[in-house]
């Protein structure tokens, strides 16, 4: 439910992101980041969930591009990432392509997808993609141990995380 949400408010956002680009506006600055951000927050606030960052978050820049690393403990944490650094592509494992909505939702928003089973074909495929879309001025995020925690501990990284 909270995916469908998504694709229905910022998917058409999504599209206003390149014409604006080509006028100047930076990618960090569309319509889609602020919206993202509201939306996320709003959620998060409405279900109650409640998070704070732990550690020095001085370097955390929406403005700026950077790859962001996080522990992933549940399904709320892509919203978590948005309430705080605005809208960036999410590295995804491929597998999530199988949920319809949310496979063309990630797809619409320039997530980047990995074979998780084929480490060396994600590595490639990471450092091919990262590489596009920190040039284009976006943020990535992504969960270095590949999964969720069930424990909430962090996790082994995965090599390339």
């Not at 959620?43 to 409640?50: N, Q």
Request: net charge positive.
């Amino acid at each position: 439910t909270l995916s469908c949400l998504y694709i229905v408010i910022l998917s058409p956002l999504r599209h206003l992101t390149l014409p604006l680009t080509k006028l100047g506006l930076r990618p960090n600055y569309a319509p889609i980041c602020w919206v993202s951000w509201f939306v996320s927050k709003t959620i998060l606030a409405s279900l109650g969930v409640f998070w704070e960052c732990v550690g020095d978050d001085s370097g955390l820049k929406p403005t700026q591009n950077a790859i962001y690393m996080y522990n992933h403990g549940s399904n709320f944490d892509p919203p978590v990432i948005y309430g705080h650094l605005g809208f960036c592509r999410q590295v995804y494992k491929k597998s999530l392509e199988g949920y319809p909505p949310l496979a063309w939702a990630m797809k619409t928003w320039g997530y980047i997808p990995i074979i998780r089973e084929n480490r060396e074909l994600a590595i490639a495929t990471m450092n091919n993609e990262l590489g596009k879309v920190l040039s284009a001025g976006y943020s990535t995020a992504l969960s270095p141990e590949g999964t969720r925690s069930m424990t909430g501990d962090l996790g082994v990284f995965k090599k390339g995380g």
